[in-house]
Protein backbone atom coordinates (compact mmCIF):
# COMPACT_ATOMS: atom_id res chain seq x y z
CA UNK A 1 0.00 0.00 0.00
CA UNK A 2 1.10 3.76 -0.73
CA UNK A 3 1.28 5.93 1.77
CA UNK A 4 -1.42 7.44 2.54
CA UNK A 5 -4.34 5.17 0.68
CA UNK A 6 -6.32 6.21 3.25
CA UNK A 7 -6.91 9.56 1.31
CA UNK A 8 -9.39 7.52 -0.94
CA UNK A 9 -12.10 7.61 1.44
CA UNK A 10 -12.48 11.31 0.80
CA UNK A 11 -14.58 12.73 -1.96
CA UNK A 12 -12.30 15.32 -2.85
CA UNK A 13 -9.87 12.86 -3.75
CA UNK A 14 -12.41 11.02 -5.59
CA UNK A 15 -13.40 13.69 -7.43
CA UNK A 16 -9.56 14.47 -7.97
CA UNK A 17 -9.46 10.52 -9.47
CA UNK A 18 -12.18 11.35 -11.49
CA UNK A 19 -10.96 14.27 -13.11
CA UNK A 20 -7.82 13.20 -13.48
CA UNK A 21 -9.50 10.27 -16.02
CA UNK A 22 -11.27 12.63 -17.72
CA UNK A 23 -8.51 15.30 -18.08
CA UNK A 24 -6.40 12.30 -19.33
CA UNK A 25 -8.61 11.16 -22.45
CA UNK A 26 -9.00 14.29 -23.73
CA UNK A 27 -5.31 15.39 -23.52
CA UNK A 28 -4.05 12.08 -24.95
CA UNK A 29 -6.32 12.07 -28.02
CA UNK A 30 -6.15 16.09 -28.34
CA UNK A 31 -2.54 16.05 -27.67
CA UNK A 32 -0.91 13.78 -29.99
CA UNK A 33 -2.53 15.87 -33.13
CA UNK A 34 -1.31 19.07 -31.31
CA UNK A 35 1.95 17.28 -31.30
CA UNK A 36 1.54 15.67 -34.69
CA UNK A 37 0.54 18.81 -35.99
CA UNK A 38 2.65 21.19 -35.01
CA UNK A 39 -0.05 23.35 -33.33
CA UNK A 40 1.44 23.57 -29.65
CA UNK A 41 1.89 27.34 -29.37
CA UNK A 42 -1.56 27.83 -31.01
CA UNK A 43 -3.00 25.61 -28.11
CA UNK A 44 -0.74 27.92 -25.85
CA UNK A 45 -2.93 30.86 -27.29
CA UNK A 46 -5.85 29.69 -27.21
CA UNK A 47 -5.31 28.06 -23.15
CA UNK A 48 -3.87 32.04 -22.49
CA UNK A 49 -6.63 33.97 -24.25
CA UNK A 50 -9.14 31.77 -21.90
CA UNK A 51 -7.69 34.02 -18.95
CA UNK A 52 -9.76 37.03 -20.58
CA UNK A 53 -13.21 34.97 -20.14
CA UNK A 54 -12.23 34.15 -16.58
CA UNK A 55 -11.83 37.65 -15.73
CA UNK A 56 -14.83 38.81 -17.25
CA UNK A 57 -16.73 35.72 -14.94
CA UNK A 58 -15.40 37.72 -11.93
CA UNK A 59 -16.08 40.97 -12.63
CA UNK A 60 -19.66 39.91 -13.76
CA UNK A 61 -20.03 36.95 -11.49
CA UNK A 62 -20.99 34.35 -13.52
CA UNK A 63 -19.04 31.25 -13.53
CA UNK A 64 -15.14 31.68 -14.73
CA UNK A 65 -15.12 28.20 -16.60
CA UNK A 66 -18.10 29.61 -18.59
CA UNK A 67 -15.95 32.21 -19.77
CA UNK A 68 -13.10 30.51 -20.41
CA UNK A 69 -15.11 28.32 -22.47
CA UNK A 70 -16.13 30.98 -24.70
CA UNK A 71 -13.15 32.71 -24.84
CA UNK A 72 -11.12 29.78 -25.92
CA UNK A 73 -13.47 29.14 -28.49
CA UNK A 74 -13.49 32.12 -29.93
CA UNK A 75 -9.84 32.32 -29.96
CA UNK A 76 -9.20 29.22 -31.57
CA UNK A 77 -11.68 29.94 -34.41
CA UNK A 78 -10.84 33.49 -34.85
CA UNK A 79 -6.84 32.26 -35.09
CA UNK A 80 -8.28 30.20 -37.71
CA UNK A 81 -10.90 32.22 -39.52
CA UNK A 82 -8.41 35.21 -39.64
CA UNK A 83 -5.08 32.90 -41.16
CA UNK A 84 -7.36 31.24 -43.74
CA UNK A 85 -9.08 34.95 -44.93
CA UNK A 86 -6.83 37.40 -43.92
CA UNK A 87 -3.50 35.71 -44.91
CA UNK A 88 -2.08 36.83 -41.79
CA UNK A 89 1.10 34.92 -40.36
CA UNK A 90 -0.15 31.92 -37.46
CA UNK A 91 2.63 33.42 -35.36
CA UNK A 92 1.77 36.91 -35.19
CA UNK A 93 -2.06 35.78 -34.45
CA UNK A 94 -1.12 33.73 -31.87
CA UNK A 95 0.94 36.45 -30.12
CA UNK A 96 -1.81 39.32 -30.29
CA UNK A 97 -4.72 36.91 -28.77
CA UNK A 98 -2.44 34.93 -26.36
CA UNK A 99 -1.24 38.30 -24.95
CA UNK A 100 -4.74 40.57 -25.63
CA UNK A 101 -6.40 37.71 -23.42
CA UNK A 102 -4.15 37.80 -20.46
CA UNK A 103 -4.14 42.13 -20.85
CA UNK A 104 -8.29 41.54 -20.40
CA UNK A 105 -8.07 38.89 -17.52
CA UNK A 106 -5.89 41.23 -15.80
CA UNK A 107 -7.56 44.55 -16.27
CA UNK A 108 -11.13 42.57 -15.36
CA UNK A 109 -9.69 41.11 -12.19
CA UNK A 110 -8.69 44.21 -11.05
CA UNK A 111 -11.43 46.40 -10.70
CA UNK A 112 -13.94 43.76 -9.84
CA UNK A 113 -14.56 44.35 -6.32
CA UNK A 114 -14.02 42.42 -3.46
CA UNK A 115 -10.83 39.58 -3.66
CA UNK A 116 -11.17 36.67 -6.80
CA UNK A 117 -11.25 33.21 -4.93
CA UNK A 118 -8.98 30.46 -6.78
CA UNK A 119 -7.39 32.69 -8.76
CA UNK A 120 -4.45 30.82 -8.52
CA UNK A 121 -5.94 27.56 -9.32
CA UNK A 122 -7.42 29.16 -12.56
CA UNK A 123 -3.76 30.10 -13.63
CA UNK A 124 -1.96 26.91 -12.28
CA UNK A 125 -4.78 24.46 -11.62
CA UNK A 126 -5.43 22.69 -8.56
CA UNK A 127 -6.35 19.00 -8.58
CA UNK A 128 -7.46 18.66 -4.87
CA UNK A 129 -9.84 21.63 -5.76
CA UNK A 130 -12.17 20.10 -8.41
CA UNK A 131 -15.76 20.61 -7.64
CA UNK A 132 -18.52 17.87 -8.34
CA UNK A 133 -20.32 20.51 -10.79
CA UNK A 134 -16.74 20.90 -13.17
CA UNK A 135 -16.17 17.15 -13.33
CA UNK A 136 -19.73 16.71 -14.84
CA UNK A 137 -18.73 19.86 -17.05
CA UNK A 138 -15.48 18.09 -17.69
CA UNK A 139 -17.34 14.44 -18.25
CA UNK A 140 -19.51 16.22 -21.64
CA UNK A 141 -16.62 17.97 -22.79
CA UNK A 142 -14.29 14.41 -22.25
CA UNK A 143 -17.45 12.73 -24.44
CA UNK A 144 -17.52 15.46 -27.14
CA UNK A 145 -13.78 15.04 -28.15
CA UNK A 146 -13.81 11.23 -28.24
CA UNK A 147 -17.48 10.72 -30.00
CA UNK A 148 -15.92 13.73 -33.10
CA UNK A 149 -12.58 11.92 -33.66
CA UNK A 150 -13.94 8.74 -33.67
CA UNK A 151 -16.18 9.52 -35.69
CA UNK A 152 -14.02 11.88 -38.18
CA UNK A 153 -10.74 10.25 -37.40
CA UNK A 154 -9.64 9.45 -40.94
CA UNK A 155 -10.17 12.75 -42.58
CA UNK A 156 -8.52 14.51 -39.12
CA UNK A 157 -5.55 12.02 -39.81
CA UNK A 158 -5.31 13.24 -43.64
CA UNK A 159 -5.38 17.01 -42.76
CA UNK A 160 -2.88 16.84 -40.17
CA UNK A 161 -0.67 14.21 -42.02
CA UNK A 162 -0.86 16.05 -45.46
CA UNK A 163 -3.18 19.00 -45.28
CA UNK A 164 -2.12 20.10 -49.58
CA UNK A 165 -3.25 16.55 -50.62
CA UNK A 166 -6.07 16.56 -48.40
CA UNK A 167 -7.20 19.30 -50.39
CA UNK A 168 -6.70 17.56 -53.56
CA UNK A 169 -8.80 14.67 -52.63
CA UNK A 170 -11.55 17.21 -52.12
CA UNK A 171 -12.22 17.11 -48.33
CA UNK A 172 -12.89 20.08 -46.36
CA UNK A 173 -9.71 21.23 -45.05
CA UNK A 174 -10.54 24.54 -43.72
CA UNK A 175 -13.86 22.76 -42.00
CA UNK A 176 -11.66 20.24 -40.65
CA UNK A 177 -8.76 22.41 -39.57
CA UNK A 178 -11.69 24.56 -37.52
CA UNK A 179 -12.91 21.22 -36.17
CA UNK A 180 -9.88 20.45 -34.66
CA UNK A 181 -9.26 23.87 -33.31
CA UNK A 182 -12.67 23.49 -31.65
CA UNK A 183 -11.75 20.38 -29.88
CA UNK A 184 -8.64 21.76 -28.90
CA UNK A 185 -9.92 24.61 -27.00
CA UNK A 186 -13.03 22.33 -25.34
CA UNK A 187 -9.68 20.32 -24.35
CA UNK A 188 -7.94 23.18 -22.82
CA UNK A 189 -10.89 24.40 -20.49
CA UNK A 190 -11.02 20.56 -19.35
CA UNK A 191 -6.97 20.65 -18.64
CA UNK A 192 -7.30 24.43 -16.39
CA UNK A 193 -8.85 23.02 -13.45
CA UNK A 194 -5.97 20.07 -13.47
CA UNK A 195 -3.04 22.61 -14.66
CA UNK A 196 -4.31 25.64 -15.04
CA UNK A 197 -4.16 28.51 -18.17
CA UNK A 198 -0.62 28.94 -18.17
CA UNK A 199 1.11 25.25 -17.58
CA UNK A 200 -1.66 23.63 -20.09
CA UNK A 201 0.26 24.05 -22.93
CA UNK A 202 2.61 21.45 -21.43
CA UNK A 203 0.13 18.72 -20.61
CA UNK A 204 -0.91 18.63 -23.85
CA UNK A 205 2.32 18.31 -25.79
CA UNK A 206 4.46 16.81 -22.99
CA UNK A 207 2.91 12.92 -22.90
CA UNK A 208 2.27 12.90 -26.83
CA UNK A 209 5.91 13.81 -27.62
CA UNK A 210 7.21 11.28 -25.18
CA UNK A 211 5.36 8.36 -26.64
CA UNK A 212 5.72 9.68 -30.32
CA UNK A 213 9.49 8.74 -30.12
CA UNK A 214 8.56 4.76 -29.59
CA UNK A 215 5.50 4.60 -31.84
CA UNK A 216 4.51 5.18 -35.87
CA UNK A 217 0.95 4.85 -35.73
CA UNK A 218 -1.40 7.47 -34.40
CA UNK A 219 -4.20 5.33 -32.70
CA UNK A 220 -1.02 3.88 -30.89
CA UNK A 221 0.10 7.13 -30.23
CA UNK A 222 -2.90 8.36 -29.00
CA UNK A 223 -3.58 5.24 -26.25
CA UNK A 224 -0.08 5.34 -24.62
CA UNK A 225 -0.16 9.39 -24.09
CA UNK A 226 -3.59 8.75 -22.46
CA UNK A 227 -2.29 6.03 -20.19
CA UNK A 228 1.28 8.30 -19.63
CA UNK A 229 -0.98 11.46 -19.03
CA UNK A 230 -2.93 9.61 -16.32
CA UNK A 231 0.34 8.23 -14.99
CA UNK A 232 1.41 11.53 -14.65
CA UNK A 233 -1.74 13.16 -13.37
CA UNK A 234 -2.00 10.55 -10.61
CA UNK A 235 1.67 10.94 -9.16
CA UNK A 236 1.24 14.47 -9.50
CA UNK A 237 -1.69 14.46 -7.26
CA UNK A 238 -0.21 12.16 -4.73
CA UNK A 239 2.99 13.85 -4.30
CA UNK A 240 1.00 17.17 -3.98
CA UNK A 241 -0.80 15.59 -1.64
CA UNK A 242 1.86 14.06 0.88
CA UNK A 243 4.34 16.52 0.50
CA UNK A 244 1.97 19.72 -0.39
CA UNK A 245 3.42 21.03 -3.21
CA UNK A 246 1.24 22.54 -6.04
CA UNK A 247 -0.52 19.89 -7.90
CA UNK A 248 -0.59 21.26 -11.45
CA UNK A 249 3.54 22.43 -11.31
CA UNK A 250 4.42 18.58 -9.77
CA UNK A 251 2.37 17.00 -13.02
CA UNK A 252 4.23 19.10 -15.55
CA UNK A 253 7.12 18.83 -13.93
CA UNK A 254 6.86 15.27 -14.30
CA UNK A 255 6.04 15.40 -17.50
CA UNK A 256 9.01 17.10 -18.32
CA UNK A 257 11.47 14.47 -16.45
CA UNK A 258 9.76 11.62 -18.57
CA UNK A 259 10.16 13.28 -21.70
CA UNK A 260 13.80 14.18 -21.35
CA UNK A 261 13.84 10.31 -20.44
CA UNK A 262 12.39 9.42 -23.43
CA UNK A 263 14.33 11.62 -25.99
CA UNK A 264 17.85 9.85 -23.52
CA UNK A 265 16.23 6.23 -24.63
CA UNK A 266 15.13 6.47 -28.18
CA UNK A 267 17.59 8.61 -29.75
CA UNK A 268 20.25 6.02 -30.53
CA UNK A 269 17.19 3.96 -32.60
CA UNK A 270 16.59 7.00 -34.44
CA UNK A 271 19.87 8.02 -36.02
CA UNK A 272 19.45 4.54 -36.92
CA UNK A 273 15.88 4.48 -38.92
CA UNK A 274 16.65 8.22 -40.74
CA UNK A 275 20.30 7.53 -40.76
CA UNK A 276 21.12 8.72 -44.55
CA UNK A 277 17.52 9.29 -44.87
CA UNK A 278 16.91 12.93 -45.40
CA UNK A 279 13.80 13.58 -43.82
CA UNK A 280 10.42 16.02 -43.70
CA UNK A 281 12.20 18.26 -40.74
CA UNK A 282 15.01 20.13 -42.51
CA UNK A 283 14.10 20.72 -45.88
CA UNK A 284 16.86 22.63 -47.65
CA UNK A 285 14.37 23.65 -50.32
CA UNK A 286 11.50 24.76 -48.52
CA UNK A 287 12.45 28.59 -47.51
CA UNK A 288 12.50 29.49 -51.22
CA UNK A 289 9.43 27.52 -52.26
CA UNK A 290 6.67 29.46 -51.20
CA UNK A 291 5.14 29.04 -54.39
CA UNK A 292 6.83 28.32 -57.59
CA UNK B 1 -10.67 15.53 -79.00
CA UNK B 2 -10.35 17.28 -76.07
CA UNK B 3 -7.61 18.45 -74.16
CA UNK B 4 -7.05 16.18 -71.27
CA UNK B 5 -5.73 19.60 -69.33
CA UNK B 6 -6.32 22.65 -71.17
CA UNK B 7 -5.01 25.52 -69.53
CA UNK B 8 -5.98 29.07 -71.75
CA UNK B 9 -3.89 32.25 -71.67
CA UNK B 10 -3.25 31.88 -67.63
CA UNK B 11 -2.05 34.67 -65.46
CA UNK B 12 -0.51 34.51 -61.99
CA UNK B 13 1.12 37.31 -59.89
CA UNK B 14 2.15 37.68 -56.46
CA UNK B 15 2.29 41.05 -55.42
CA UNK B 16 2.54 42.91 -58.38
CA UNK B 17 5.10 40.32 -59.50
CA UNK B 18 4.65 38.11 -62.68
CA UNK B 19 5.26 34.54 -62.03
CA UNK B 20 2.91 33.15 -65.15
CA UNK B 21 2.11 35.27 -67.97
CA UNK B 22 -0.54 34.49 -70.35
CA UNK B 23 0.01 30.66 -70.38
CA UNK B 24 -1.65 28.51 -72.14
CA UNK B 25 -0.84 24.64 -72.79
CA UNK B 26 -2.99 21.42 -73.77
CA UNK B 27 -2.19 17.77 -72.28
CA UNK B 28 -3.91 15.19 -74.26
CA UNK B 29 -5.15 11.86 -73.01
CA UNK B 30 -1.92 9.10 -73.10
CA UNK B 31 0.80 12.38 -72.79
CA UNK B 32 3.40 11.96 -70.92
CA UNK B 33 3.95 15.93 -70.68
CA UNK B 34 7.21 17.10 -69.61
CA UNK B 35 7.14 21.09 -68.24
CA UNK B 36 11.27 21.57 -67.92
CA UNK B 37 12.40 24.88 -67.07
CA UNK B 38 14.51 26.67 -64.44
CA UNK B 39 14.03 27.14 -60.66
CA UNK B 40 11.51 30.40 -59.92
CA UNK B 41 9.90 29.95 -63.42
CA UNK B 42 6.56 28.89 -62.29
CA UNK B 43 6.20 25.94 -62.45
CA UNK B 44 4.85 24.46 -59.43
CA UNK B 45 3.09 27.11 -59.43
CA UNK B 46 1.08 26.40 -62.68
CA UNK B 47 0.78 22.51 -61.46
CA UNK B 48 -1.13 24.00 -58.30
CA UNK B 49 -3.32 26.48 -60.66
CA UNK B 50 -4.40 23.19 -62.36
CA UNK B 51 -4.80 21.24 -59.26
CA UNK B 52 -7.25 24.32 -58.29
CA UNK B 53 -4.67 24.77 -55.22
CA UNK B 54 -4.19 28.49 -56.64
CA UNK B 55 -6.75 31.08 -58.41
CA UNK B 56 -5.07 32.11 -61.40
CA UNK B 57 -5.26 35.97 -62.13
CA UNK B 58 -6.32 35.33 -65.62
CA UNK B 59 -7.61 32.77 -68.12
CA UNK B 60 -9.27 29.67 -68.13
CA UNK B 61 -8.52 26.09 -66.91
CA UNK B 62 -10.25 22.97 -67.63
CA UNK B 63 -9.39 19.59 -66.49
CA UNK B 64 -11.43 16.53 -67.84
CA UNK B 65 -14.05 19.36 -68.93
CA UNK B 66 -14.32 20.70 -65.44
CA UNK B 67 -13.21 23.14 -63.62
CA UNK B 68 -9.93 21.79 -61.65
CA UNK B 69 -11.75 21.76 -57.90
CA UNK B 70 -14.39 19.56 -59.52
CA UNK B 71 -11.76 16.97 -61.85
CA UNK B 72 -9.01 16.78 -58.80
CA UNK B 73 -10.20 13.79 -57.16
CA UNK B 74 -9.76 12.38 -60.37
CA UNK B 75 -6.16 13.14 -60.57
CA UNK B 76 -3.36 11.74 -58.83
CA UNK B 77 -1.00 14.19 -57.69
CA UNK B 78 2.77 13.33 -56.62
CA UNK B 79 3.89 16.71 -55.08
CA UNK B 80 7.15 17.81 -54.42
CA UNK B 81 9.12 15.53 -51.98
CA UNK B 82 9.10 17.74 -48.96
CA UNK B 83 5.69 18.95 -48.42
CA UNK B 84 4.42 16.81 -45.64
CA UNK B 85 6.31 15.73 -42.20
CA UNK B 86 8.25 12.15 -42.99
CA UNK B 87 8.51 11.62 -39.00
CA UNK B 88 4.30 11.87 -39.16
CA UNK B 89 3.30 8.51 -37.44
CA UNK B 90 1.59 6.44 -40.03
CA UNK B 91 2.75 3.37 -41.79
CA UNK B 92 3.11 3.21 -45.63
CA UNK B 93 -0.30 1.11 -45.95
CA UNK B 94 -2.10 3.96 -44.32
CA UNK B 95 -0.75 6.56 -46.05
CA UNK B 96 -1.41 4.35 -48.91
CA UNK B 97 -5.23 4.24 -47.97
CA UNK B 98 -5.39 7.35 -47.53
CA UNK B 99 -5.54 8.19 -51.42
CA UNK B 100 -8.66 6.24 -51.38
CA UNK B 101 -10.59 8.65 -49.30
CA UNK B 102 -12.23 10.34 -52.15
CA UNK B 103 -13.98 7.24 -52.60
CA UNK B 104 -16.17 7.79 -49.34
CA UNK B 105 -18.99 8.94 -49.35
CA UNK B 106 -19.39 10.00 -46.23
CA UNK B 107 -16.32 11.92 -43.41
CA UNK B 108 -17.22 8.86 -40.94
CA UNK B 109 -17.06 5.76 -43.79
CA UNK B 110 -14.01 3.68 -43.59
CA UNK B 111 -12.15 1.58 -45.84
CA UNK B 112 -14.07 -0.91 -47.57
CA UNK B 113 -12.12 -4.72 -48.34
CA UNK B 114 -12.57 -3.33 -51.99
CA UNK B 115 -10.21 -0.18 -50.69
CA UNK B 116 -7.76 -2.49 -49.12
CA UNK B 117 -7.46 -4.34 -52.05
CA UNK B 118 -6.37 -1.18 -53.87
CA UNK B 119 -4.10 -0.76 -51.66
CA UNK B 120 -2.06 -4.03 -51.85
CA UNK B 121 -2.44 -4.25 -55.54
CA UNK B 122 -0.68 -1.36 -56.18
CA UNK B 123 1.74 -1.77 -53.41
CA UNK B 124 2.51 -5.07 -55.13
CA UNK B 125 3.03 -3.70 -58.66
CA UNK B 126 5.20 -0.43 -57.01
CA UNK B 127 7.28 -3.33 -55.70
CA UNK B 128 6.71 -2.06 -51.92
CA UNK B 129 4.22 -4.64 -50.60
CA UNK B 130 7.07 -5.82 -48.01
CA UNK B 131 6.98 -2.01 -46.79
CA UNK B 132 3.47 -2.00 -46.14
CA UNK B 133 3.86 -1.90 -42.16
CA UNK B 134 6.92 0.17 -41.99
CA UNK B 135 6.43 3.90 -40.54
CA UNK B 136 7.40 6.71 -43.51
CA UNK B 137 9.79 8.17 -41.61
CA UNK B 138 11.86 4.07 -41.75
CA UNK B 139 11.85 4.11 -45.48
CA UNK B 140 14.87 5.27 -47.60
CA UNK B 141 14.53 8.36 -50.32
CA UNK B 142 13.55 6.04 -53.25
CA UNK B 143 11.44 3.83 -51.43
CA UNK B 144 9.42 6.79 -50.36
CA UNK B 145 9.14 7.97 -53.52
CA UNK B 146 7.39 5.12 -54.59
CA UNK B 147 4.98 5.28 -51.58
CA UNK B 148 3.88 8.54 -52.11
CA UNK B 149 3.52 7.28 -56.09
CA UNK B 150 1.60 4.42 -54.29
CA UNK B 151 -1.09 6.35 -52.75
CA UNK B 152 -1.36 9.18 -56.15
CA UNK B 153 -2.31 5.83 -58.38
CA UNK B 154 -4.37 3.99 -55.45
CA UNK B 155 -7.47 5.75 -56.71
CA UNK B 156 -7.32 4.81 -60.00
CA UNK B 157 -6.70 8.62 -61.54
CA UNK B 158 -7.02 9.10 -65.36
CA UNK B 159 -4.03 12.05 -64.65
CA UNK B 160 -1.07 11.43 -63.15
CA UNK B 161 0.60 14.75 -62.17
CA UNK B 162 4.12 14.57 -60.70
CA UNK B 163 6.20 17.84 -59.33
CA UNK B 164 10.09 17.01 -59.30
CA UNK B 165 9.57 13.52 -58.43
CA UNK B 166 13.37 12.55 -58.09
CA UNK B 167 14.71 15.74 -56.64
CA UNK B 168 16.04 13.59 -53.69
CA UNK B 169 16.92 10.38 -55.16
CA UNK B 170 20.32 9.07 -56.78
CA UNK B 171 20.55 8.22 -60.36
CA UNK B 172 19.86 4.35 -60.34
CA UNK B 173 16.69 4.66 -58.65
CA UNK B 174 15.54 7.97 -61.03
CA UNK B 175 15.66 5.92 -64.28
CA UNK B 176 14.02 2.87 -62.16
CA UNK B 177 11.44 5.34 -61.21
CA UNK B 178 11.20 6.68 -64.62
CA UNK B 179 10.49 3.08 -65.86
CA UNK B 180 7.97 2.49 -63.70
CA UNK B 181 6.29 5.92 -65.26
CA UNK B 182 6.77 4.54 -68.64
CA UNK B 183 4.90 1.39 -67.68
CA UNK B 184 2.19 3.40 -66.23
CA UNK B 185 1.34 5.69 -69.15
CA UNK B 186 -0.35 3.18 -71.35
CA UNK B 187 -3.22 3.46 -68.75
CA UNK B 188 -2.60 7.39 -67.87
CA UNK B 189 -2.09 10.82 -69.06
CA UNK B 190 1.03 11.64 -67.43
CA UNK B 191 1.97 15.45 -67.07
CA UNK B 192 5.96 16.16 -64.77
CA UNK B 193 7.87 18.59 -63.65
CA UNK B 194 11.50 19.01 -63.44
CA UNK B 195 14.20 20.82 -63.83
CA UNK B 196 16.39 18.76 -64.85
CA UNK B 197 16.10 17.58 -68.68
CA UNK B 198 18.54 15.01 -69.18
CA UNK B 199 17.09 12.25 -68.14
CA UNK B 200 13.14 12.58 -68.79
CA UNK B 201 13.68 13.01 -72.16
CA UNK B 202 13.81 9.80 -73.32
CA UNK B 203 10.54 8.94 -71.99
CA UNK B 204 8.29 11.66 -73.19
CA UNK B 205 6.37 12.56 -75.96
CA UNK B 206 5.74 16.31 -74.74
CA UNK B 207 7.91 18.82 -73.73
CA UNK B 208 7.59 22.46 -72.96
CA UNK B 209 9.57 25.12 -71.36
CA UNK B 210 8.42 27.57 -68.61
CA UNK B 211 9.90 30.21 -67.56
CA UNK B 212 7.24 32.47 -66.58
CA UNK B 213 5.86 32.14 -70.38
CA UNK B 214 5.55 28.76 -72.19
CA UNK B 215 7.80 27.87 -74.92
CA UNK B 216 6.24 24.92 -77.01
CA UNK B 217 7.01 22.74 -79.52
CA UNK B 218 4.76 20.29 -81.01
CA UNK B 219 6.44 17.44 -80.48
CA UNK B 220 8.64 15.95 -77.45
CA UNK B 221 12.01 17.37 -79.35
CA UNK B 222 13.23 19.88 -77.03
CA UNK B 223 15.21 22.49 -79.67
CA UNK B 224 17.65 24.77 -78.51
CA UNK B 225 15.47 28.08 -79.30
CA UNK B 226 13.33 26.93 -76.98
CA UNK B 227 15.82 26.42 -73.99
CA UNK B 228 17.51 29.35 -74.57
CA UNK B 229 14.43 31.43 -74.73
CA UNK B 230 13.46 29.81 -71.17
CA UNK B 231 16.61 29.68 -69.60
CA UNK B 232 17.59 32.44 -70.88
CA UNK B 233 21.68 31.51 -71.06
CA UNK B 234 23.66 28.95 -73.14
CA UNK B 235 22.58 25.88 -73.60
CA UNK B 236 25.68 23.44 -72.30
CA UNK B 237 25.11 25.08 -69.56
CA UNK B 238 21.91 23.65 -68.20
CA UNK B 239 21.98 20.82 -70.30
CA UNK B 240 24.80 19.28 -69.91
CA UNK B 241 25.60 19.10 -73.72
CA UNK B 242 23.11 16.99 -74.19
CA UNK B 243 20.04 17.54 -76.84
CA UNK B 244 21.97 16.64 -79.60
CA UNK B 245 22.57 12.83 -78.34
CA UNK B 246 19.19 12.40 -76.33
CA UNK B 247 16.60 14.34 -77.99
CA UNK B 248 16.46 13.18 -81.77
CA UNK B 249 15.66 9.14 -82.18
CA UNK B 250 13.07 9.94 -79.45
CA UNK B 251 10.05 7.08 -80.95
CA UNK B 252 6.88 8.94 -79.66
CA UNK B 253 8.32 12.30 -81.55
CA UNK B 254 6.18 14.10 -83.50
CA UNK B 255 3.42 12.12 -81.66
CA UNK B 256 1.11 15.58 -81.16
Redesign the interface.
Known amino acids: MIPGAGILAFGFFQNALLSAVLASIACGIIGTFVV?RRMATLSGGISHAAFGGVGLGYLFSFDPIVGALLFSIGAALGIGILKEKAGQELDTLIGAVWAAGMALGVICVSIAPGYAPDLFSYLFGNILLVPSGDIQLMAVFCAVIVGIVS??Y??L??V???E?????????VTALSLLLLLLTAVCVVLLIRLVGIILVIALLVLPAASV?EF????P??MAASVCLSFILSLSGLVLSFLWDLPSGATIILLGAAVYAVALLISRPGKAR??G??????Q?P??K??R?? | MRPVIEVRDVSFGIRGFSILDHVSLEVRKGDFYALIGPNGGGKTTLLKIILGLLEPSGGTVSVLGQSPEKARSRIGYVPQFRTFDFSYPITVREMVLSGRLPKNRFPWARFSPSDREAAERVLERLGIADLARRPIAALSGGEQQRAILARALVGDPEILILDEPTVYVDAPTEVQFYTLLEDLKRSLTILLVSHDIGVISRYITRVACLNHRLYTHDSSEITEDMIEAAYQCPVDLIAHGVPHRVFKDHPGGGGA
Not at chain 1, 215 to 218: C, D, G, M, V
Open positions: VVFLPQATFDEYARVMNLPRTSRLVMWRGIRTGRSQQGQVQ
